[in-house]
């Protein structure tokens, strides 16, 4: 099995775990901005994972392997430790951290995708990822719940 299969398999893991907390964690909210925002999040994961699971075959044997020890080390790929007994800052910042990491994942994979179709297409997930970024670290975490 190629090993950026393998990568890009554990990715759309990652992707799901996401949602699954998402999810949850927006069902328990009290603030009804707050609780829209994270299934607003919860549905843009759900679409990363089955964005990926599309073009998870595409030139698999061609993507530049000379970067993969980077990739298999990417923080994006470790699991999210974070639960919902966390406090809210505790969990804003473990969210925050993550989507960096993610933002570097795909930005790392599409400087070694094969075509240009998959390069735009994995920098463009790490363009969403950095302006989601950009919208958690602007809202106040003291509102949430």
Not at 2 to 19: L, T
Not at 113 to 126: G, H, I, R, V
């Amino acid at each position: 099995m190629s090993a950026i299969k393998e990568i890009i398999e554990v990715a759309i893991q990652r992707e799901e775990d996401y949602y699954n907390f998402f999810f949850a964690y927006a069902k328990q909210l009290e603030d009804d901005e707050y609780k829209k925002l994270f299934y607003e999040l919860a549905q843009e994961e759900l679409e990363h994972k089955e964005s990926l699971k599309a073009v998870i075959y595409e030139q698999i044997d061609k993507y530049d392997m000379t970067r993969l020890s980077e990739l298999q080390t990417a923080g994006f790929l470790t699991p999210l430790k974070i639960s919902c007994e966390l406090s809210v800052k505790e969990i804003w910042k473990a969210i925050i951290d993550k989507k960096k990491e993610t933002y570097a994942f795909y930005k790392l994979v599409a400087q070694m995708a094969p075509t240009q179709k998959l390069k735009s297409f994995y920098q463009n997930l790490a363009n969403i990822e950095l302006a989601l970024n950009k919208r958690l670290e602007g809202l106040r975490t003291e509102d949430m719940c």
